[in-house]
Each structure stands twice: as structure tokens, then as C-alpha cells.
């Protein structure tokens, strides 16, 4: 048992060190693509922080590539040799997070059977990748806060202080600012991350940098799915440049896999873009600030969103000239499902 597993450890070691490996190569500063005047500014504090051991803040809605750019920080420093530990603490339970970056001793609660090594522990010479820190609890935050202060933490269970050597990078798509003044998040971990803070704009705010975005996941998926794709219509180009990505460039990694993948030519045009990006030279509005209050928040976006759908429906038809098969081919759906829809939005009259 014991040469057993002295083996798997062997193992795991090679496996990790290949991976790191293989993760520097991948993570330099040319993962993030911009050339504009905003991403110059991030590109700027990044390279200016890897040569330090500060605790870095990075904001930004989500979708805008926190994670890459702390990655970035990651591999470019002087603890590139080093582990790289993401915790995600929005999608891990309260009762189970501390557990989790900390670690627990064997019968610490009832589900302990054994002892388990902390996230913490575990990015011991390494970086800490704490995302979404705006979603932990007060109480969580103090135990943090000890850690940034005296590089010590306790497993759950045991009363012995462990000593850790890790760099915190913590990142967040809310105001924190506002969340300390609401007293939501601690004042004094609040001015402890934000040694270093980088602010990742929101797509809306650099979309020349959408075209260098495409090139660079054209390549990538042409690849991954074995695809030819060459270039981009000018049509295609300026309907990515018009939408407003409020999910950042997650979604238009998203929409461009989705082109590329059902695209039949070595051209994305108009026509491999989502439905609700290639009508949006249209006159289509949503129409919010006539809500009506007096009904449920699912039936005020019900209402809205139908009235957006009968708008796209109509739009396609009247492009078409009527012609069902057709304005079906367009929105990709069936043809019954189009005549279906058409009665349902009472289009059928305007049709006649």
C-alpha cells in the first residue's frame, strides 16, 4: 500500500508539472486579445504587478475574462513554477466553503472521514484565485483577512496554525465600494485585496477590439472543429460591431463557435449569426419602460418578450415578401412551428 501510493504520487507530480508546463505556455499576455485604448491600460498594470507579490483586485461584469487576467498575473510571475488554485466562492455552499479553502481534520463533522488538504494549503508557493469574493459571507471574510494579515490559517477541527505562502488574486463582478458602505463586505479586507486594483471594461466599451476578437476564435474553432472558415462579411462584421454583448466576450466566443460550427461556406455571414443579432437593423424595441407593474415580474417579461417575437416574426416575413418556407429558413425553425406562431401573434390576417 504504501509503494502504491508513493507511485500515484510520482504520478500526479509528472501529470502536474506537465500541465504547468503547458499552462505557461498558454497564459502569457497574448491569451488576452485587445489592441484598444483600455485594454492597453490593463495590458500596462498587469506586466507591472507580475514582478511583485501583491494582492491584486480585478473587476468586471462577468463574461469579460477576470480568470484570464489573473492567470496572466499567474504565469508571468515568479511563482509561475507554482500551483494555481481557483476557487469560485458564489458556486460553493456557505456550510461547505470554509471546508473547502481551508481544509478539515478527520471527524472535524459528521461527514469526515478522513482528513482533507484546503485549497489554501494546496496553493502553497503558488497564487489563489478567489472569484467572485463579493458573494462571501462576513464571517468567512474575517478568516481572509487573517490569512492576507499573519499567512496562517487553522483546518476545521484542529487548533493548529498552518502556515501558508500563497498570493491572493480575488476577483469580483460587483461594486465593492458600495457593498462596504452598505456594510455588506468588510471595510478592512476591502482596502487589503485592493493593494492593486484592474478594471476589465465591458465589450460595449472596446468594440474595435471585436475584430481581433474574431480572428483570434476563428482560428481556434477552425481548428477545434476541423472547419475552414476564412473571413468575415462585411454585413456579419458590422452587426457584431451594433450588438451591445451584455455578456461580454464570453458571449461572442459563444456566438462566433455557434457560426463557425453551422456555417456551410468559408465566409460567417448575417445569416450564421443568432436571429436576435441579425435583426438588429430593424426597428424591433423593447419596449420596458411601459411595464406594467400590476402584473408579476414572469408575466411583464412574458409580455415583453412576446412582443419582441412577434416584431422578429413580422420583420422576416416582410422581408420575404410572405414567403413562409422561406422566412422559416431564416429563423430556423420549422415550418409548421412558423404557421404555429403566426396564428398565435394573429399574423395571419396582416398575411391576407
Not at 46 to 71: C, Y
Not at 87 to 112: Q, Y
Not at 160 to 171: F, T, Y
Amino acid at each position: 500500500m504504501v509503494v502504491s501510493r508513493a507511485l500515484e504520487c510520482n504520478r500526479l507530480n509528472c501529470e502536474n508539472k506537465l500541465l504547468r508546463e503547458e499552462l505557461v505556455k498558454n497564459f502569457k499576455l497574448k491569451e488576452i486579445i485587445g489592441s484598444s485604448g483600455k485594454m492597453m491600460e490593463v495590458f500596462e498594470i498587469i506586466k507591472k504587478v507580475t514582478s511583485t507579490d501583491v494582492t491584486v483586485l480585478i473587476q468586471g461584469e462577468s463574461g469579460t475574462g477576470k480568470e484570464l487576467a489573473a492567470r496572466a498575473i499567474h504565469y508571468n510571475s515568479g511563482r509561475s513554477k507554482g500551483p494555481f488554485i481557483k476557487v469560485n466562492c458564489a458556486a460553493i455552499p456557505e456550510g461547505i466553503l470554509e471546508s473547502e479553502l481551508f481544509g478539515h481534520e478527520k471527524g472535524a463533522f459528521t461527514d469526515a472521514s478522513s482528513r482533507k488538504t484546503g485549497r489554501f494549503e494546496a496553493a502553497d508557493k503558488g497564487t489563489i484565485f478567489l472569484d467572485e469574493i463579493g458573494d462571501m459571507s462576513l464571517g468567512m471574510q474575517a478568516k481572509i483577512l487573517r490569512i492576507l494579515q499573519e499567512k496562517e490559517f487553522e483546518r476545521v477541527g484542529s487548533s493548529q496554525a498552518i502556515k501558508v505562502d500563497a498570493r491572493i488574486i480575488a476577483a469580483t463582478n460587483k461594486d465593492l465600494f458600495r457593498a462596504v458602505k452598505e456594510e455588506q463586505f468588510r471595510e478592512d479586507l476591502f482596502y487589503r485585496i485592493n493593494v492593486v486594483s484592474i478594471k476589465l471594461p465591458p465589450l460595449r466599451e472596446k468594440r474595435e477590439d471585436i475584430p481581433l476578437l474574431f480572428e483570434h476564435f476563428m482560428h481556434k474553432f477552425n481548428k477545434e472543429f476541423n472547419k475552414t472558415i476564412e473571413h468575415i462579411s462585411l454585413e456579419a462584421m458590422e452587426l457584431l460591431m451594433k450588438y451591445p454583448w451584455p455578456g461580454n466576450v464570453r458571449e461572442l466566443q459563444n456566438v462566433l463557435q455557434r457560426a463557425i460550427i453551422l456555417s456551410e461556406g468559408k465566409i460567417i455571414t448575417n445569416k450564421d449569426l443568432p436571429f436576435y443579432i441579425q435583426f438588429l437593423d430593424s426597428e424591433i424595441k423593447l419596449e420596458t419602460e411601459s411595464a406594467d407593474f400590476s402584473k408579476s415580474l414572469i408575466e411583464t417579461v412574458k409580455d415583453i418578450t412576446d412582443e419582441v417575437e412577434r416584431q422578429i416574426i413580422f420583420k422576416a416575413l416582410k422581408k420575404t415578401n410572405w414567403n413562409r418556407s422561406e422566412t422559416a429558413g431564416i429563423l430556423k425553425i420549422s415550418r409548421k412551428s412558423l404557421f404555429n406562431k403566426m396564428k398565435r401573434f394573429n399574423l395571419i390576417k396582416e398575411e391576407e
